[in-house]
């Protein structure tokens, strides 16, 4: 049987790469990476945030094509159940999916503020206030959870679905120096520290400047 294959953008810039790369990795599905160039007008409308629908990034396994980033996770959840994608437990579980979902479809100021560029850092960068408020409502999440599930992950001891969508908001804090408090920097850091993110890391500082645009400060 071939492996699967994972269709990513950019991994300076793409988030939502990210995300669906992490959530493979977490399950230890075997695949291959398709990387679309940015060259490529339909990946640089993504990644500048002005495509419609993101189609990026996509996953083909056993015949079965999924490209939502949200029903990725929920594919994976069910092809590897065993790997706790997401928690056992069924109350854990729809908080879960409830602040994944905020994560997927909201925080429009905080994507368009501060986009996703792992190579770069903007020390004493000025937030604004709605980015802030982004900011300010995403703490919240993680302490509630960490709090309630005990660490060092946001649902207990081993990285699941939440910690894949909230990944790149970690990258994001480091590159414009969003100041944590405790709580919340020890996460960042935990999240850093897995070895699946640091081979991300590692990959997308290889990565040509390619996308001019986002490496604009504002």
């Keep these: 049987m071939s492996k699967a294959v994972l269709t990513l953008s950019s991994k300076n810039y793409g988030a939502w790469a990210l995300r ?22 339909g990946m640089r409308a ?6 419609a629908s993101m189609r990026v990034p996509s996953l083909d396994h056993e015949g079965v094509h999924v490209w939502d980033t ?5 594919y994976l959840n069910e092809v590897k159940p065993k790997a706790g994608l997401l928690p056992a ?8 999916r409830a602040i994944c979902g905020e994560m997927h479809s909201g925080f429009n100021a905080l994507r368009a503020s501060l986009p996703m560029n792992i190579k770069a850092h903007f020390p004493n960068f000025k937030v604004w206030s709605r980015a802030q408020t982004d900011i300010d ?15 060092p992950y946001l649902f207990g001891k081993k990285p699941c679905l939440a910690d894949a969508m909230f990944a790149p908001v970690v990258t994001r804090f480091r590159t ?12 960042s850091n935990t ?3 897995l070895p699946e993110m640091q081979e991300w890391v590692a990959q997308a500082l290889t990565e040509p400047d390619e996308i001019d645009e986002l490496d604009a400060e504002f």
């Design 20 to 41: 669906g790369w992490l959530m493979a990795k977490l399950v230890r599905l075997d695949f291959r990476e398709k990387i679309i160039s940015p060259d490529d007008p």
């Design 46 to 51: 993504e990644m500048l945030l002005l495509s």
């Design 70 to 74: 949200l029903a990725m996770g929920e």
């Design 89 to 96: 437990d069924r109350a854990a579980r729809a908080h879960c």
């Design 137 to 151: 409502r995403i703490l919240v999440i993680w302490q509630e959870c960490l709090m309630q599930y005990g660490g």
């Design 176 to 187: 414009y120096d969003v100041q944590l408090d405790a709580v919340c920097q020890a996460y």
């Design 191 to 193: 999240i850093m520290a």
